[in-house]
């Protein structure tokens, strides 16, 4: 009996007054920056506003701000609508969850060429970046905001297309209980891959402590399977101070390793990376591995908080093949992740594998996602409980 009437209330307007709109700059500064002073960098106004110069191309923000019946705000929420071609979320092989009959229109759905899809949060970033509440406001009321944010915008679009999927990421930590109460407007939760964090030790002051900490079997592998070869190939790995004027060698190597991705929602434009310099000046660290001035990778590290993210990356998918790039780079991530003062450091989601082997704990994700159509969003349920995410390996190579 509670449960329906709990969903006859989320199913029903919010106890919420909303202002909405398609640029940052159309919403009260100040509103924005006291619900989100201490929501980090992501949900920033400096960097929301600068970030919308350079989005991709198929990328369009929106935002809002909840206000309670006494007009004081009380949540701020960003979002963007984008066109992805939805086959390239398919699992690679059926899974023995979706019954044989499903296959054939969960098929003719993913071949569609593109889907209109409006995310809540940042799909430049992995984290909870689409929502900050305001410390003395029930989350359960905010939430019940969101979705009816998320409708409204969806239906204010329906002039430029229509919405097919609504997204809610990244779904982790304290926000998971009250987030997934939206279970009754048929969102459906969905883990993906966890977030790899490396915490970094009290006593570390420079990355020969890190090493230093490993027990003997992992410091020698680093050393002779990592540094040793970059060394002997006259490699360095050192600090771009101007990434403006390496921007076309930047964006090469990201689209070398973006290219490669099985799921690529969208691709950065080069002049991104020189505006992220500049939004983020002296909590952003540029590492570059080159080899007689080449440039043969990068990695941005930025610290937002007590904690560090190592951002963007790219190599030469070439020299890889006979270097150990990739590895080195995220070591340079720790370096530089001490000298920002961070307390950890976010590696994301991917190549879960030799994260693990640096000391990185796995941090459970999820999203919400919910389509238009109550038949296709069962189906589209069936469809991503078979996609798989990996887990990553057991590994402690710290000492004893």
């Known amino acids: 009996m509670q449960e329906a009437s709990s969903r006859r209330r989320l199913r029903g307007p919010a106890d919420l007054r909303f202002a909405i709109a398609d640029s940052l700059t159309m919403l009260d500064k100040g509103a924005w920056d006291a619900l989100t002073g201490n929501a980090g960098f992501f949900l920033s106004h400096g960097y929301l506003t600068a970030l919308e110069s350079v989005l991709p191309d198929n990328l369009t923000p929106r935002y809002a701000l909840m206000f309670d019946g006494g007009q004081r705000p009380v949540a701020a929420v960003a979002m963007q609508i984008a066109d992805i071609g939805i086959a390239q979320i398919r699992p690679k092989k059926p899974a023995a969850a979706v019954p044989r009959k499903m296959l054939l229109p969960l098929g003719k759905i993913a071949e569609r060429a ?3 899809i409006l995310t809540c ?14 410390p003395d406001v029930d989350p359960s009321l905010v939430w019940h905001g969101v979705a009816e944010v998320l409708y409204r915008v969806r239906n204010a679009d329906k002039l ?3 919405t097919h ?28 891959e966890p977030n790899m964090v490396l915490k970094i030790g009290n006593e570390w002051k420079s990355h020969d402590d890190d090493l230093a900490s490993l027990s003997s079997k992992y410091r020698s592998n680093v050393r002779n399977s990592v540094f040793k070869p970059i060394e002997q190939a006259d490699c360095t790995v050192e600090p771009m101070a101007d990434v403006e004027a ?32 500049r939004i983020a000046g002296e909590r952003l660290r540029c590492s570059v591995l080159k080899l007689n001035e080449v440039i043969l990778g990068f990695l941005f590290t930025l610290a937002d ?14 020299a890889a093949t006979t270097l150990p790039i990739y590895l080195r780079l995220l070591h340079a991530g720790i370096s530089d992740a001490i000298a920002l003062g961070c307390k950890d450091i976010s590696f994301g989601r991917t190549a879960l594998e030799p994260k693990a082997a640096l000391g990185a ?5 999820g999203v919400l996602v919910r389509h ?4 296709l969003n069962k189906l589209i349920k069936r469809l991503l409980l078979g996609i798989e995410h990996a887990q990553p390996p057991p590994r402690n190579p710290f000492k004893k």
């Open 305 to 318: 908080g007590d904690t560090a993210v190592a951002y963007h990356i790219g190599f030469d998918r070439e």
């Open 114 to 116: 593109t889907q209109r």
């Open 246 to 277: 390496n921007m076309a060698r930047i964006h090469e190597l990201y689209q070398s390793v973006q290219g490669n991705a099985s799921f690529r929602p969208y691709v950065l434009p080069a002049a991104y990376f020189p505006a992220l310099q």
């Open 361 to 365: 704990k796995p941090v459970e994700f």
């Open 121 to 134: 949060g940042n799909l430049l970033s992995y984290g909870q970046h689409g929502i900050a509440i305001a």
């Open 160 to 162: 430029r297309g229509k």
């Open 165 to 192: 999927f609504v997204l809610i990421k990244d779904i982790h930590g304290d926000c998971t209980e009250s987030a997934t109460c939206l279970e009754s407007l048929s969102y459906r939760y969905v883990a993906t």
């Open 372 to 375: 238009r159509q109550p038949v």
